[in-house]
T-cell receptor
Framework: GDSVTQMEGPVTLSEEAFLTINCTYT??????LFWYVQYPGEGLQLLLKATKADDKGSNKGFEATYRKETTSFHLEKGSVQVSDSAVYFC??????????FGTGTRLQVFP | NAGVTQTPKFQVLKTGQSMTLQCAQDMNHEYMSWYRQDPGMGLRLIHYSVGAGITDQGEVPNGYNVSRSTTEDFPLRLLSAAPSQTSVYFC????????????FGQGTRLTVV
């Protein structure tokens, strides 16, 4: 079945460092891909999404490109801030009512 | 707009008790769903609904019931709480023409002792 695999955390970075959180997926069709962020004590917020191959989703300085050839959707940010500390979830949907999440990657950014 | 509202935010139950987690949305979304979030397992789908009067099971439905009598509300019922149901529960909604899976509630942290 469909699945999402994320790199294990925590990812610990200094402020202004470059961030990459790896995400790969397995799907039978052509899914839409998502990144969600969960700040401490809060619910999930949609960060960005891409609906077809080679699409690039971007928001708040974060980017991810839908790579069909490598079945990947890695999250990147050029310069992280302390306020980016959160748990990040990669997810996919085969355009149905089900959303399949990865296990989440905790990001800790220190000043 | 309030978006997706979940109540309560925190709850402690004793084994065998029953309770209902409430979820309401004011965006006239057709689709609503419930997930549970457990450490190291991400989010798993419990039940979902594509419209009033229609519900279906997700990945982990055992021990939970849902109903969808109105477009706005999608309550999740725990029939006889077990410690294995200790988790954080999220409700989500979407419309057919809007951002798919763009809206989640703030979550309900449930502890069963």
């Amino acid at each position: 079945g469909d699945s999402v695999t994320q790199m294990e955390g925590p990812v610990t970075l200094s402020e202004e460092a470059f961030l990459t959180i790896n995400c790969t997926y397995t799907a039978t069709g052509y899914p839409s891909l998502f990144w969600y962020v969960q700040y401490p004590g809060e619910g999930l917020q949609l960060l960005l999404k891409a609906t077809k191959a080679d699409d690039k989703g971007s928001n708040k300085g974060f980017e991810a490109t839908y790579r069909k050839e490598t079945t990947s959707f890695h999250l990147e940010k050029g310069s992280v801030q302390v306020s980016d500390s959160a748990v990040y979830f990669c997810a996919l949907s085969e355009n149905t009512d089900k959303l399949i999440f990865g296990t989440g990657t905790r990001l800790q950014v220190f000043p | 707009n309030a978006g997706v509202t979940q109540t309560p935010k925190f709850q402690v139950l004793k084994t065998g008790q029953s309770m209902t987690l409430q979820c309401a949305q004011d965006m006239n979304h057709e689709y609503m769903s419930w997930y549970r979030q457990d450490p190291g397992m991400g989010l798993r789908l419990i039940h979902y609904s594509v419209g009033a009067g229609i519900t279906d099971q997700g990945e982990v439905p055992n021990g939970y019931n849902v109903s969808r009598s109105t477009t706005e509300d999608f309550p999740l019922r725990l029939l006889s709480a077990a410690p294995s149901q200790t988790s954080v529960y999220f409700c989500a909604s979407r419309s057919t023409g809007g951002i798919r899976f763009g809206f989640f509630g703030q979550g309900t942290r449930l502890t069963v002792v």
